[in-house]
């Protein structure tokens, strides 16, 4: 089946260490996105990427590192700067400028203790 | 910039009732304008979507219409179910740069009593 993988689904942190979410698609989808969930608060852009080894920042970009590498994978590494990083963090992908339609994967959610 | 209005929830309705989700937009030009659905637990999912002034975008009973003259993209269903409990997004999209750059509301949570 084609779709989008995240993992972990679930993780803690200690505050002070950087954690790395992955992502994964097999859609064939040239642009990926990775969003930041809060709660009432609706989806943020924190960064994207058109093409592979290029990438861009989102809205709340600081304190998150991405690389993209090879056209499934997507990481996102969440940095000790981040200075509120406990969030639900959803990764999507699209087809070159297609009309909008984003495909997500289910989320990870990151916890600091 | 851009931005997306949901009306405030959560929303808690029966069973077989009427469903408005209202959403407002704000943006230069004409934005593509969707609605994505969000289950416990998942990821979103594409609910409909409007590409153009006067486009009605249906999917699983649901319906909206893009109305340039009032900005909005409101959500309706005429009978809803259980199953349709779930956090409902509004958005837009601008394509930039071969990325589509989504906004979003900031959802609304729907639970729908038996």
């Known amino acids: 089946d084609g779709g989008i993988t995240q993992s972990p689904k679930y993780l803690f942190r200690k505050e002070g260490q950087n954690v790395t979410l992955s992502c994964e698609q097999n859609?064939?989808?040239?642009?990926m996105y990775w969003y930041r969930q809060d709660p009432g608060q609706g989806l943020r852009l924190i960064y994207y990427?058109?093409?592979?080894?290029?990438?861009q920042k989102g809205d709340i970009a600081e304190g998150y590192s991405v690389s993209r590498e090879k056209k499934e994978s997507f990481p996102l590494t969440v940095t000790s700067a981040q200075k509120n990083p406990t969030a639900f963090y959803l990764c999507?992908?699209?087809?070159?400028?297609?009309?909008?339609?984003?495909?997500f994967g289910e989320g990870s959610r990151l916890t600091v203790l | 910039g851009d931005s997306v209005t949901q009306m405030e929830g959560p929303v808690t309705l029966s069973e077989e009732a009427f469903l408005t989700i209202n959403c407002t937009y704000t943006a230069t030009g004409y934005p593509s304008l969707f609605w994505y659905v969000q289950y416990p637990g998942e990821g979103l999912q594409l609910l409909l979507k409007?590409?153009?002034?006067?486009d009605k975008g249906s999917n699983k009973g649901f319906e909206a219409t893009y109305r340039k003259e009032t900005t909005s993209f409101h959500l309706e269903k005429g009978s809803v179910q259980v199953s349709d409990s779930a956090v409902y997004f509004c958005?837009?999209?601008?394509?930039?740069?071969?990325?589509?750059?989504?906004?979003f509301g900031q959802g609304t949570r729907l639970t729908i009593n038996p």
């Open positions: 958005a837009l999209s601008r394509e930039f740069q071969g990325a589509q750059k989504l906004v």
């Open positions: 859609l064939n989808h040239d642009a």
């Open positions: 990427s058109q093409i592979v080894n290029d990438f």
């Open positions: 409007a590409t153009k002034a006067d």
């Open positions: 999507a992908s699209s087809f070159w400028a297609a009309t909008g339609e984003l495909f």
